[in-house]
């Protein structure tokens, strides 16, 4: 890997990042799902429209052996219990109309492709919309049952058997028309730099991808595998409640899950890994 530039600035300078070892480069490995599936995880070439990046990386990459082994086997991964628990609730009949997920749209693989077009615009209520949008509102407008909240096992759980059933597929969010605003808006925020630390996300899963910020492997900041199952939480973690941790480590205030930054964030970092495999639910440390 070539050697990149620490980007500028005294408050970073104070951080470690350290990459002098072989160990630093992300693992030259293959990830064949299942024995069957082939995911790709690195690309020789970022879209076109991102500045910062010649070649794409999972985040699967920047992890241990014994993580990415676990992420190979749907049998070995924790983050398929989650998706095993989302089929019942698939098929359960919840709310006044009486109506399971299962009422509308058959079988879970019906949405093969649609978390990679995640988030998106939605002509109909004219803006941005994550899976999780979507999700709810199937719930409250069409099955007469309450919202899931963000972070709710639920909502959670649901997310990563829609993702499941596209694993494979490459990620492919458009950026274009409607959607060209949020992007924008996403784009100034990945390269804001926050808190007493003054980071941009750039400064870590850019300038520093394949380094090491104290005991972590940096990664390129990908969200082709969300949900992850995180071993550190012993559970799945969605890609806001992930941006909200980064944006926490550099000491300033975030935003919420859900929230419209969020939500235009989420889009831009996801143009960045277009054409990489979606994955989640991924394992990561
Ligand atoms: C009463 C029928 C009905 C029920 C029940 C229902 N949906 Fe939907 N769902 C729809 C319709 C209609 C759409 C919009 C399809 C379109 O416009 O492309 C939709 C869209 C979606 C989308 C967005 C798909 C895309 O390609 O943009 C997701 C995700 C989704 N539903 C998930 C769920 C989940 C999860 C449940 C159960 C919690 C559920 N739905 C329950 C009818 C239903
Ligand atoms: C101080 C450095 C730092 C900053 C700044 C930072 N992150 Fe991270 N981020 C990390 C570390 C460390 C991890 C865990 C290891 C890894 O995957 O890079 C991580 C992980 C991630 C992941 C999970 C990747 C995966 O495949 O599991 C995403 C997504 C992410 N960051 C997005 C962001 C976004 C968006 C921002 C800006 C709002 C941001 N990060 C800012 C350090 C940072």
Request: hydrophobic content about 35%; overall charge negative; aromatic content about 8%.
């Amino acid at each position: 890997m070539k050697m990149r530039q620490l980007a500028g600035g005294c408050a970073l300078a104070a951080l470690a990042f350290s990459g002098l070892s072989a160990m630093a480069d992300p693992a030259d490995d293959n990830l064949l799902l299942n024995g069957e599936t082939e995911i790709v995880t690195h690309t020789d070439a970022a879209p076109e429209y991102i500045d910062g990046l010649s070649e794409q990386y999972s985040g699967w990459h920047f992890r241990e052996a014994d993580t990415r082994v676990m992420q190979a086997d749907d049998f070995d991964n924790p983050g398929m219990l989650a998706v095993e628990a989302a089929i019942d609730v698939w098929n359960t009949e919840d709310g006044s109309e009486g109506k399971a997920c299962a009422s509308c749209h058959e079988a879970p693989e019906s949405m093969a492709g649609v978390r990679t077009q995640m988030p998106k615009y939605n002509e109909a209520k004219g803006t941005l919309y994550s899976l999780e949008m979507y999700i709810n509102d199937c719930r409250t407008e069409r099955m007469g049952a309450e919202a899931w909240g963000w972070n709710d096992a639920s909502m959670v759980n649901m997310t990563a058997l829609i993702s499941s059933v596209s694993r494979g597929m490459p990620m492919n969010v458009a950026i274009d028309g409607p959607a060209a605003p949020f992007w924008e808006q996403g784009k100034e925020m990945y390269y804001t730099r926050y808190g007493q630390l003054e980071l941009a996300c750039s400064n870590c899963h850019e300038d520093n991808y394949g380094n090491y910020i104290r005991a972590d492997h940096l990664s390129q900041g990908q969200t082709n595998g969300f949900p992850a199952y995180r071993l550190k939480n012993a559970g799945l973690v969605s890609i806001h409640n992930r941006f909200k941790g980064c944006i926490r480590d550099t000491r300033a205030e975030t935003y919420k899950e859900g929230s419209p930054e969020f939500i235009a964030l989420e889009l831009y970092v996801a143009s960045r890994g277009n054409g990489l495999s979606v994955e989640g639910p991924s394992v990561r440390n």
